[in-house]
């Protein structure tokens, strides 16, 4: 059944819905999802569709400006209601003094055992057994000193500063030309350190930013948006699979991402994917204790996480809400609970406030589901 039938009641329908996008970003006037269905903010929905559609009106006929609009605006306020969990844009922002630095670390380098590459690389066509000599040890830029490779390729990076940790900088680079230097001479080491660069300095920037600490004199917790629109999630599947209940394991869960699951009654989205066959298992759970539920799609909540040295997206695994609180999911292998990754994810997903926890709700054979409790509600 179509909610709004007539071509009219589809464009001010639309009106209205490009209003409410525009009202997540007013957290004070709209804080959540729920403030749209009161009757200030109603009015002021239905003036801003009204002056977004008047110059249409003589395209419109049959529209009432003082009825049709306004329960037309109840009914799309209404929708999103329904089809929205409330998910703040929160930023943690330091305040007063920011002070950084790096932690004493052991540099390890025993993955490089480079030798000097050599001065010419000869190159024959295939096509037309032509020979020529490249010139390989002589490229690049001559420091005046052996650490002066390293240095220089690690200000390369932004989060480096050679100004307030040169010494550092420095220290880092003697270990390294004293580690090629204990088997090779110094024109030799030289070669290396002006060939290998760039990995070099990969290398010890990785393990600068796992030493990496920052501390403020405080935190501020800044909700820039009351709730935010669900990404659009788009996915392909097999016409001969179609769209799987969710409900029954299929016979073959080694490739679970392969199916498409529908039949949902409290998700956000009527079809979905998933990574594994606990995720269906927690599908079920979620669609059976919860108010509504989602899968997010990537990008929905700009988490992010350090892994190795890199700076990796975080998406949960789902988002449920309850009449008390709202639940970010994430599902794991029970042997799992302590690996890095996942105390990562864990740290990066957590507001430091005191309404944030993470627990075990749940520990069936080899599988247990860890959420982290985040009360949103004001």
Not at 346 to 372: C, D, I, K, L
Request: charged share 25%; aromatic share 10%.
């Amino acid at each position: 059944m179509t909610v709004f039938p007539t071509r009219e009641q589809q464009q001010v329908a639309q009106a209205t819905y490009r209003v409410i996008r525009r009202l997540e970003n007013e957290q004070t006037t709209v804080p959540k999802v729920a403030y749209l269905s009161r009757p200030e903010v109603q009015q002021r929905v239905a003036e801003e569709v009204a002056a977004q559609l008047k110059p249409l009106q003589a395209m419109l006929p049959g529209i009432e400006m003082d009825t049709d609009i306004a329960s037309i605006v109840a009914k799309t306020s209404q929708l999103v209601i329904e089809q929205t969990i409330d998910m703040p844009r929160i930023l943690v922002v330091p305040t007063g003094e920011v002070q950084s630095g790096y932690h004493t670390f052991e540099l390890d380098l025993s993955s490089f055992n480079d030798q000097a590459p050599p001065e010419e690389l000869w190159v024959q066509h295939l096509r037309t057994h032509k020979r020529e000599i490249l010139a390989v040890g002589s490229g690049g830029i001559e420091e005046a000193r052996l650490e002066d490779y390293v240095v220089s390729g690690l200000i390369d990076f932004d989060d480096v500063s050679y100004d307030d940790h040169s010494d550092l900088l420095y220290g880092l680079a003697g270990k390294v030309v004293l580690h090629f230097q204990s088997y090779l001479g110094e024109a030799d080491t030289r070669k290396v350190l002006r060939c290998y660069q760039r990995p070099i300095a990969n290398l010890v920037h990785l393990q600068m930013q796992a030493a990496f600490w920052e501390r403020a004199s405080g935190y501020e917790v800044k909700v820039s948006k009351g709730f935010t629109q669900l990404k659009d999630c788009a996915f392909t599947g097999s016409a001969a699979d179609g769209i799987r209940d969710f409900r029954k394991s299929p016979a073959d869960k080694s490739n679970m991402a392969k199916y498409v699951f529908g039949g949902f009654e409290r998700c956000l989205y009527p079809a979905l994917k998933f990574q594994s066959n606990t995720e269906r298992k927690m599908a079920i759970i979620l669609d059976r204790e919860s108010m509504k539920w989602f899968k997010p799609a990537n990008g929905q909540f700009q988490i992010y996480y350090l892994d190795n040295g890199e700076q990796r997206e975080y998406q949960p695994d789902f988002v449920a809400e309850t009449e008390s609180k709202i639940y970010m999911v994430e599902a794991k292998q029970a042997d799992r609970i302590n690996d890095a990754d996942v105390l990562a994810k864990r740290a990066a997903g957590a507001v430091e406030q005191p309404t944030t926890r993470w627990s075990t709700v749940a520990n069936h054979g080899n599988t247990f589901w860890y959420r982290m409790t985040r009360s949103l509600r004001t």
